[in-house]
C-alpha cells in the first residue's frame, strides 16, 4: 500500500517529467529552446558530477577534464575513423571510463583540498594537450563535427538534442537512484562521513570510490560527446575549461549533494541564470561575478543546498517535533531501570 | 581454548624520532576477554593501529588465528574477523542511528551490493543490536544528536553488525558515565561468553581488573609484563611503570 508522501512524490516526480518533456512546445523561438538544451547539458553534467562529489564527498573542480575528453573524443572519432556518430560517442565514453581508472587510482589516494588540486591538474594538462597538438585535434581554430542529422533545420536539430540529453538525464538520475538506495551505495555515503570508520567495517573503501568515479567520469563524457554532436564546434579553451567543473559543483552545492534531484535543480537555476546574464550582459563578464555572489551566498545561508533547506522550513512549519529526538521523562528512566534490574 | 588470537612479533612503529611501538611480541588469548593497559604514551592505541591496518609497522608481524595479517588493508582485516571501536569514538555523524548500523553490513557479490540497504533481513538484525545495547528507540535519528555514551553504545552495536569474533575496545569506558560503565562491562561479559573475544585498551583499572582474564602491560612501546589481574597488580615492574619511582 503506498503511503501518501510517495503518492505525492510519484505525481511530482510525473509532473516534473512532462513539464521537461513539454519544454519544446513551449519555447518561443529556436533561441529559447537551444538555451534549454546546454541547461539540459548542465543538467546531465552536474548529475554526473554528483555520482563521486555526493557520495563520496571527493569535491572534483576538473569534471571538465571528462566532458571535453568525451566532445573530443566523439569529434575525433567521427572525423578520423569514419565512425558514425553515435557509436563514436559510445566507444569515446568508453574509452573515457578506461582512462578514468588510472586517473582515479592516481588521484583518489589524497583527500580534501589535495584532492580539489590533482583533479584541477587534470583539466589544465588537457587542455595544453589539446591545444598545442593542433595537427590531431585542430587546436585553437577547432575542431568541426559533422552532424549526426544533416537533413534536420536547426529547430529540429535542436528539439532531438533536447530530447537526447533528457534521456540520458533520466538514465543518470535512475543509475544514481539506485546507487542511492542500494548497500554500495551506503558505503560510499559513510566514505563521505568518515572513511577510515567505514573501512574499519570493512567497506573495501578504495574500490568503493574508483567506481563510482568512474561512474561519474562516464556520465560526464557522454554529456560531452552529446554536446559535441548538438554543438559542431569545438575548442579546447572553451572544452577544457575550468569554469565547466566548477559550474557542476556550483550546481550540485546549489540543488543539495544528499538529493537525488539536487544537481538537476541546481543547473536549473544556474543554467538559466548564466543563459540569462549572457544575453542582456554579455559583452561584460557579469555572469561570472553573479556566480560568485551565488556560491558565496550558498555557502554562507545553505549549506547543504536548497531541497534540504526548503524540507528543513517544510518540517519547521507542518511537522514541529519530528525531527528532534524524543524526551524521556525521569518516570519512564526509572522504569527502564527498573526492568534492567 | 587455547586458539590462538591476535599474536604480534616484533611490532615497531615509529614516528620521526620517537618509537611509538618497539619490536612488541605479544599475545592474546582467544575466547578471553584481554585487557592492554599501560601509561599515557606507552603506544596501545598505536599498536592497536598496527594490527586493525589503519597504519603500516615498519617492521615486525601482526597475525590472527595463526594468519598473517601484517598491512593488510583495514577493510580486509575486519572481514577476517576482527571489529575495533575508536578511542574518541567514530561514528558517522549525519547518519541516522539505523544508517549507521546497515554501512556495516557485509557483503561481497555485485548482486547483494546493489540490493537495497533497507532490506528486511538487514533492519531486523540491526534493530536487534541496538536493542541490546539499549538505544533501538533512537533509530531515526542522525547520530550527531546522540549523547557521547548514546554514541559509544552505536559504535559498539555497528562494530557487531559486522559479526566480528574478536573486538578490540579503545577505552570503552572513557569519557562514560558510571551508570553506563556498568552496562557497557555487562554486555562485553555477555559477548564473550556467547564466544566473541575481548581485546581492551582501558584506563580505569577497577574495571580492566574485574572484566579481564588476560593482562598484558605496556610501557615504552613494549609489553613489560602480561598474566591474569592478581598477577598483574602485583608485579613491581608494573607499578614502576605506572608510579614512576
Known amino acids: ?27 518561443p523561438n529556436p533561441y529559447i529552446l537551444s538555451a534549454g538544451v546546454v541547461v539540459a547539458s548542465y543538467a546531465v553534467f552536474s548529475t554526473s558530477w554528483n555520482f563521486v562529489g555526493g557520495f563520496t564527498g571527493y569535491i572534483s573542480l576538473g569534471h571538465g577534464a571528462y566532458v571535453g575528453l568525451g566532445a573530443y573524443g566523439t569529434g575525433l572519432l567521427v572525423i578520423k575513423a569514419g565512425l558514425p556518430s ?46 598545442s597538438w593542433a595537427s590531431f585535434t ?28 533528457c534521456a540520458l538525464l533520466a538514465v543518470a538520475l535512475l543509475s544514481w537512484w539506485i546507487i542511492d538506495r542500494s548497500r554500495f551505495g551506503m558505503g560510499l555515503k559513510a566514505i563521505r562521513e568518515d572513511e577510515d570508520k567505514a573501512q574499519s567495517l570493512g ?43 566548477a559550474y557542476m559543483v556550483l550546481m550540485a552545492l546549489l540543488g543539495g549533494v544528499r538529493h537525488l534531484f539536487g544537481p538537476l535543480l541546481g543547473a536549473l537555476v544556474v543554467g538559466s541564470a548564466l543563459e540569462y546574464f549572457k544575453v542582456e550582459y554579455g559583452s561584460t563578464q557579469l555572469h561570472l561575478v553573479a556566480t560568485g555572489l551565488l556560491l558565496a551566498v550558498v555557502v554562507l545561508f545553505m549549506p547543504d543546498g536548497i531541497i534540504p533547506a526548503l524540507s528543513d522550513v517544510y518540517k519547521r512549519l507542518f511537522r514541529p517535533g519530528a525531527a528532534s529526538i524524543r524526551e524521556e521523562t525521569a518516570a519512564e528512566l526509572r522504569s527502564q531501570a527498573e526492568v534492567r534490574r | 581454548m587455547t586458539r590462538r ?7 615497531t612503529k615509529a614516528f620521526g624520532g620517537v618509537v611509538a611501538v618497539d619490536d612488541a611480541t605479544v599475545a592474546f588469548q582467544d575466547g578471553k576477554i584481554n585487557a592492554l593497559i599501560g601509561p599515557n604514551g606507552s603506544g596501545k592505541t598505536t599498536f592497536f593501529n598496527c594490527v586493525t591496518g589503519m597504519i603500516k ?11 598473517d595479517i601484517t598491512s593488510r588493508s583495514p577493510h580486509r582485516i575486519a572481514r577476517a574477523g576482527i571489529g575495533r571501536s575508536f578511542q574518541l569514538c567514530r561514528i558517522f555523524p ?71 569474533e574478536t573486538i578490540m575496545l579503545d577505552e570503552p569506558a572513557g569519557g562514560v558515565n558510571p551508570a553506563l560503565i556498568e552496562r557497557i562491562a555487562a554486555l562485553v561479559r555477555q559477548l564473550n561468553q556467547e564466544g566473541r573475544t575481548f581485546l581492551i585498551v582501558e584506563h580505569n583499572m577497577d574495571l580492566v581488573m574485574s572484566l579481564s582474564d588476560h593482562v598484558v602491560v605496556f610501557d615504552r612501546g613494549r609489553p613489560i609484563a602480561a598474566g591474569p589481574p592478581p598477577v598483574i597488580r602485583a608485579d613491581p615492574r608494573v607499578l614502576e611503570a605506572y608510579l614512576g619511582v
Do not use: C
Open chain 1, 138 to 165: 585542430g587546436g585553437s581554430n577547432g575542431l568541426v563535427v559533422p552532424r549526426p542529422f544533416p537533413g534536420l533545420r536547426r529547430p529540429d536539430h535542436h528539439l532531438v538534442f533536447f530530447y537526447l540529453f
Open chain 2, 57 to 67: 609497522p615498519d617492521a615486525g608481524r601482526a597475525m590472527y588465528r595463526g594468519q
Open chain 1, 1 to 27: 500500500m503506498p503511503s501518501v508522501s510517495s503518492l505525492l512524490r510519484l505525481s511530482a516526480l510525473v509532473a516534473g517529467a512532462a513539464l521537461a518533456l513539454s519544454f519544446p512546445m513551449l519555447a
Open chain 1, 86 to 131: 553515435f557509436a563514436a560517442l559510445l566507444l569515446s565514453a568508453a574509452l573515457v571510463a578506461a582512462l578514468a581508472v588510472p586517473i582515479g587510482i592516481a588521484s583518489l589516494r589524497v583527500r580534501g583540498a589535495s584532492f580539489v588540486i590533482v583533479s584541477i591538474s587534470l583539466v589544465l594538462i588537457m587542455l595544453l594537450v589539446f591545444q
Open chain 1, 203 to 245: 567497506t573495501p573503501t578504495f574500490t568503493f570510490k574508483l567506481l563510482a568515479f568512474v561512474a561519474s567520469a562516464t556520465f560526464t563524457a557522454l554529456g560531452g560527446g552529446l554536446y559535441a554532436l548538438w554543438f559542431g564546434d569545438l575548442d579546447p579553451v572553451f572544452q577544457f575549461s575550468i569554469l565547466t567543473g
Open chain 2, 94 to 164: 549525519r547518519m541516522t542511528v539505523l544508517e549507521n548500523m546497515l554501512v556495516a553490513v557485509r557483503t561481497t557479490s555485485l548482486r547483494a551490493q546493489l540490493a537495497s540497504s533497507h532490506n528486511r533481513g538487514d533492519i531486523d538484525r540491526a534493530r536487534g543490536w541496538l536493542r541490546r545495547v539499549g538505544i533501538d528507540h533512537l533509530e531515526g535519528v542522525e547520530a550527531r544528536n546522540l549523547s557521547y555514551g548514546q554514541q559509544k553504545l552505536l559504535e559498539l552495536a555497528g562494530v557487531l553488525m559486522g559479526d566480528p
Open chain 2, 5 to 11: 588470537s591476535v599474536e604480534t612479533v616484533g611490532l
